[in-house]
Each structure stands twice: as structure tokens, then as C-alpha cells.
């Protein structure tokens, strides 16, 4: 079983061809500090925020999924309770 109850973690998602038309989106307001913060830039004042994981938008599915899916579902199958929680916007 895992050793933490909750982790926040956070997928950034890379423009869509809108915003990259557009000049406005991740590359312009986000710098990723490390695998766990990321500092946001909106109207020139920077706020940097930490999580327990950041994926940037170059992440793939495969090792979110890895990262984040497996051990919580393993533990299931092991007879623990797990919830895993994705809230945001989508590619679907």
C-alpha cells in the first residue's frame, strides 16, 4: 500500500492551435522550477505554486498514467480503497 493518503499533481496541457495562433498560453506564463513547482506569470507579477508532481507539457499519457494511476490501482486490486480525481480541460 502507498504510504501517502493524497498527492496533488498537476498536468499542464500543451496549446491548442487557438492559442498558438494567438501568442497567449503556457508558453508565455509558465516556467517549470523542477518536477514539483511551477512559477505562473499573469499581468508581470510572478506566483510560484508547489505539488507533490508537475507534468509539463511535453508529458506523455503513458507516464502520467505510470506515475500516477498504477500504485493507486494496484492497491485496489490489493483491497485498499483508491480514488483518482482529474478535474480540467481535456483533448477529448
Same mark, same amino acid.
Given at each position: 500500500?502507498?504510504?501517502?493518503?493524497?498527492?496533488?499533481?498537476?498536468?499542464?496541457?500543451?496549446?491548442?492551435?487557438?492559442?498558438?495562433?494567438?501568442?497567449?498560453?503556457?508558453?508565455?506564463?509558465?516556467?517549470?522550477?523542477?518536477?514539483? !513547482?511551477?512559477?505562473? +506569470?499573469?499581468?508581470?507579477?510572478?506566483? &510560484?505554486? =508547489?505539488?507533490?508532481?508537475?507534468?509539463?507539457?511535453?508529458?506523455?499519457?503513458?507516464?502520467?498514467?505510470?506515475?500516477?494511476?498504477?500504485?493507486?490501482?494496484?492497491?485496489?486490486?490489493? !483491497?485498499?480503497?483508491? +480514488?483518482?480525481?482529474?478535474?480540467?480541460? &481535456?483533448? =477529448?
Amino acid at each position: 500500500m502507498s504510504s501517502c493518503a493524497i498527492r496533488v499533481i498537476a498536468r499542464f496541457r500543451p496549446l491548442n492551435s487557438r492559442e498558438a495562433s494567438l501568442g497567449i498560453g503556457a508558453n508565455n506564463h509558465l516556467q517549470f522550477t523542477d518536477q514539483h !513547482g511551477v512559477v505562473v +506569470t499573469h499581468q508581470g507579477a510572478p506566483t &510560484t505554486f =508547489s505539488f507533490d508532481r508537475i507534468f509539463d507539457v511535453n508529458t506523455s499519457q503513458d507516464e502520467v498514467f505510470n506515475t500516477c494511476a498504477v500504485q493507486t490501482i494496484d492497491d485496489m486490486i490489493a !483491497g485498499y480503497n483508491g +480514488t483518482i480525481f482529474a478535474y480540467g480541460q &481535456t483533448g =477529448s
